[in-house]
Each structure stands twice: as C-alpha cells, then as structure tokens.
C-alpha cells in the first residue's frame, strides 16, 4: 500500500462547478495535511495546509480533514479554467520518520469551458 | 528574494558519468528535501534533511547521496548515472515538516 494514494483521474468538472479532490494516507500518526497545485512543466506551489480534523476555507478552496478515516479532501468551488492542473496531496510522517514528507501521485483536473 | 535555487535548470549525461545537483535556500529553513518527479507521476522523496547536519533516507534513495553543506545548501549527487535516473529533479525546504514547502524550479536530468 503507498503511503499516499490519490485517484490519478484526469477528474473533468464544467466551468463554475465545484471540483472535489481526494486523498488518503496510511499512517495513523500523521499530522501536517498538504495540497499543492502543479502546472505543466512548473514546480509545485502551495493552495493550502491544514493540522486539525474538519473543513479549513480560504477563499474558492476548503481541505477537508478526516483523521479518524485517513483521508484529506481538496475542494474548489466556482471552478475556473485556470485551476486546470495537478493537485498534489502530501503528509507529514509520524513519530520516527516524523520529518519527512510524502506526495501522492497527483490527480489531474481538467475544468471545461 | 530568491526563495530556493536550484541548479543546473538542465543537464545531459552519459551513462556512468557523475554530477552534483546544487540547491540553496535563503530563508533560514531547517528542513530541505529532494524529489525526482517523472512523468505523469507525483514528487518521490529521495532523501530529506530534517535540520544541519542531519540526513535520511527517502522513498527512492538508491543511486543517490546527498550532502547537507550548511544550512542553506543540500546537494544530490548522482555517482554513477543510469537511465531510469532521467527525470525532474525538485529541491524544497520548510520550517520543519509541519510547515509547507518552498519549491525550486527543478532540474531536468536527461542520462543517455
């Protein structure tokens, strides 16, 4: 079992529409949720973080923490053309490998016009 | 401010060759890491460095070392390049590892 798994899609939501992205990791102990976006041919950039079970907003974007289940949600309402992209999940490691972090393979979104 | 710096931006070798991938950060981070990303797939951590003079193993360490020269600077290096190690090689660093990531721009790796 990966340690991070994201559905690879590609995930097609019409223009305006809400987009929902999924994300669940094997270790229990995990405490740092992080979604970042990827263009084509860019490096990762930061949409949102979040350390605490329930729903954390900022602005079109809510991530979505379910600890007890092992899964982390990215959600993006009013979907735009320009969100079309990657959305990568990654967790932080528990106890002895507390420091490093794990990507999962990414999903891409695809928002048609 | 430069953020994180990785270079080269491009490079092509030839089996068996060596080379050191070079990054730096300036925003006084304790935690660097590096990642290989292929195509269609996400970022594998390679190996990470929690604070200075520490390092770990990652997901995909080997073929790989690294060096933690101070705590701006983290080096990979390739001994002995192979193919299945073309790839797109992305530094990062943060706080610690509860805190989000800063990403260079990544070093696109060809071995032929």
């Known amino acids: 079992q990966k340690e991070v798994e994201q559905n690879s899609g590609p995930l097609s939501v019409p223009e305006g529409a809400i987009a929902s992205l999924n994300c669940t990791y094997s270790?229990?102990?995990?405490?740092?949720f992080f979604w970042y976006r990827q263009y084509s041919g860019k490096s990762p950039e930061l949409i949102m973080f979040?350390?605490?079970?329930g729903d954390k907003e900022d602005g079109r974007f809510t991530a979505q923490l379910n600890k007890a289940s092992q899964y982390v949600s990215l959600l993006i309402r009013d979907s735009q053309p320009s969100d079309s992209a990657t959305y990568l999940c990654?967790?932080?490691?528990?106890?002895?490998?507390?420091?490093?972090?794990?990507f999962g393979s990414g999903t891409r979104l695809s928002i048609r016009p | 401010n430069a953020g994180v710096t990785q270079t080269p931006k491009f490079q092509v070798l030839k089996t068996g060759q060596s080379m050191t991938l070079q990054c730096a950060q300036d925003m006084n981070h304790n935690s660097m890491y590096w990642y290989r990303q292929d195509p269609g797939m996400g970022l594998r951590l390679i190996y990470y460095s929690a604070s200075e003079g520490t390092t770990d193993k990652g997901e995909v360490p080997n073929g790989y070392n690294v060096s933690r020269l101070n705590k701006r600077e983290f080096s990979l290096r390739l001994e002995s390049a192979a193919p299945s190690q073309t790839s797109v090689y992305f530094c990062a660093s943060s706080q610690n590892s509860n805190q989000p990531q800063h990403f260079g721009d990544g070093t696109r790796l060809s071995i032929l």
């Open positions: 979040i350390y605490s079970n």
């Open positions: 990654a967790v932080n490691g528990a106890s002895s490998s507390a420091s490093k972090i794990i």
């Open positions: 270790d229990r102990g995990s405490q740092s």
